[in-house]
């Protein structure tokens, strides 16, 4: 055999190694370390006696929605690129889903999406790329739209400096 037939033999083989493993949805990079109650080492876990209902992560955020032994809900939120935290009372909503609130900005977690709103405008709409919870009805996606605060933001924990996943 020629090795210009070995080259291409070998390129045919590595090209469908690479399209199994695309068509198999291998992700990009592993999903951040979790358990039953939320993200490790992040401000997206509930602490017990609270219990876990729903906790997800977008492509910038990480959220877990708690539930205390008495069955009030909390949203606590962390944008992984700056480590910024929210952590607020929730509701659970009639399609499955839970909504916190922090001056006049709604926080809705689904199986599919974090929407971030103001009134009836979406400010950001991120799609769920890894969910562990109920499955909700999905959601409408809008136009992400960039916001930033002010406020000065404390340390971000060792899970949510950078974006990196551990």
């Given at each position: 055999m020629s090795s210009f037939a070995l080259y291409t033999a070998r390129a045919s083989v590595v090209a469908a190694a690479c399209w199994a493993l695309f068509a198999l949805g291998v992700p990009a990079a592993a999903d951040p370390s979790t358990d039953a109650l939320g993200f490790v080492d992040s401000t997206a876990r509930c602490a017990p006696?609270?219990?876990?209902?729903?906790f997800g992560s977008t492509t910038t955020s990480r959220v877990a929605i708690c539930k205390s032994s008495s069955g009030k809900y909390e949203y606590r939120g962390v944008r992984t690129s700056d480590g910024a935290k929210l952590i607020v009372p929730a509701t659970a909503s009639s399609d499955g889903g839970y909504v916190g609130e922090s001056d006049g900005i709604t926080y809705t977690v689904t199986s599919?999406?974090?929407?971030?709103?103001?009134?009836?405008?979406?400010?950001?709409?991120?799609?769920?790329?890894?969910?562990y919870g109920a499955q909700t009805t999905p959601t409408p996606?809008?136009?992400?739209?960039?916001?930033?605060?002010?406020?000065?933001?404390?340390?971000?924990?060792?899970?949510?400096v950078g974006g990196q996943e551990h």
């Open positions: 006696p609270d219990t876990a209902v729903a599919s999406s974090l929407v971030v709103s103001q009134g009836n405008q979406v400010i950001r709409s991120e799609p769920m790329v890894y969910f996606a809008a136009a992400p739209t960039p916001t930033t605060s002010a406020a000065p933001l404390p340390p971000p924990l060792p899970a949510e």
